[in-house]
């Protein structure tokens, strides 16, 4: 592939509104995850995950996903230096599952409880595609439009086809990017999966107990390298490949080789044209759960080999958050290139002996880094590897 400049990097995470508060948060190994407030969890094993605190502006006719989209989106085209004029031409790709799911939720809540009222304005937002509505809308993005639903690997899919849509000429630029808000659904599907830590969750320990679910929304610009040059752009990266397999293995477990998210691997670095030894850092999936950490952690050694690769799992700081989990940890992976720091999985006490390789337990590390990988895998074996390189 073509290598994509990414230009614009924009977030709203559990840590508050902007790529500053998100970085420092998980540079600094901070657990944002704590006592959910956004809906009820009485009778439920896990009562945490990791909210977006109160303060992101917004029209209340919005959903709060449609909020964190726009201000992660806008925030993204604002630091890409691109304005009004230049937006007719620009791609949108939005990576989303839950769509407006929890204000839906809490009508037929109160509904099913006596409480009658009209249908309230923000249902007809319900659906995943109404974010890429509202962002191409608002912020005047004319060009192709589309929406992903490809379960957790959502945001990291966004990505990887809007690369293709700027490497191949169709858009001179585009803004890619993930987004969920929790929901009752999720949160409740997760507990009765079983899967849910009661506790922060903690990628890689041993005695890790399931995973943390999170909310949030991360975007990036990415455009044409020429264009970026001609137009005095800052360059924090280039996206230069992606992998996307499937396992059609299982409806929510993985292959238990990890041939699929190996075979994903590889294809990120064959389209890259680089060796793995060339790659220095991996940003996990890294969910927790003992069967997923054990399987990517057997992947990521068929591909890479044993020990030499630094890895470490973002959402041991944000949770699980979902289709923007891809996004948020593409940005992590940028970031730490670019400042030549590499995040830490937070709670990580006794490492699995299972997992050959420095997972950067509790505490962030000094690396210059030229290439790293970000790992995304979705229900139903849906899996993405987004392969970036250090700016010149």
């Not at 630094?310 to 989990?325: D, E, P, Q, R």
């Amino acid at each position: 592939m073509k290598p994509v400049a990414v230009t614009g990097l924009g977030v709203v995470s559990p840590f508050g509104a902007g790529v500053k508060a998100y970085w420092e948060g998980i540079s600094g190994g901070v657990c944002a995850i704590r006592p959910i407030t956004l809906i009820d969890t009485e009778g439920f094993r896990c009562r945490i995950a990791a909210e977006v605190p109160d303060g992101i502006a917004g029209s209340a006719r919005r959903t709060r996903a449609d909020r964190l989209a726009l201000a992660a989106a806008r925030e993204a085209l604002d630091d890409a230096g691109v304005v009004r004029g230049e937006r007719a031409e620009a791609a949108l790709i939005v990576g989303a599952v839950g769509g407006g799911m929890l204000e839906a939720e809490a009508w037929y809540w109160r509904r099913a409880r006596g409480v009658l009222e009209p249908m309230p304005r923000t249902l007809a937002s319900s659906f995943p595609s109404a974010h890429a509505d509202v962002i191409g809308s608002v912020l005047g993005l004319g060009g192709p439009r589309e929406t992903v639903v490809t379960a957790c690997s959502s945001g990291a899919v966004s990505l990887a086809l809007a690369a293709d849509l700027v490497a191949d000429g169709v858009a001179p630029l585009a803004v890619a990017g993930g987004v969920d808000a929790l929901t009752r659904i999720c949160f409740m599907g997760f507990n009765a999966l079983k899967l849910l830590d009661s506790a922060p969750c903690r990628p890689f320990d041993r005695d890790r107990r399931g995973m943390s679910i999170g909310e949030g929304a991360a975007f990036v610009v990415l455009e044409d390298a020429g264009r970026a040059r001609a137009r005095e752009a800052r360059v924090y990266a280039e996206l230069a490949g992606y992998g996307m397999t499937s396992d059609a293995f299982h409806v929510t477990s993985p292959h238990p080789d990890g041939e699929g998210m190996a075979r994903a691997m590889r294809a990120a670095l064959r389209q890259a044209g680089v060796t793995p030894a060339s790659v220095g850092y991996a940003n996990a999936h890294g969910t927790a759960t003992p069967q997923n950490d054990r399987i990517e952690a057997r992947a990521i050694r068929d591909v890479f080999g044993e020990g030499r690769l630094l890895v470490s799992s973002t959402k041991s700081m944000i949770g699980h958050t979902m289709a923007a989990a891809g996004t948020l940890e593409a940005v992590a992976t940028v970031l730490a290139l670019v400042n030549e720091v590499i995040p830490p999985t937070a709670q990580l006490e006794t490492p699995d002996p299972e997992i050959p390789f420095d997972c950067v337990p509790r505490v962030a590390r000094e690396a210059a880094v030229e290439l790293a990988v970000s790992n995304s895998f979705g229900f139903g074996g849906q899996n993405v590897t987004l392969l970036f390189r250090r700016a010149a």
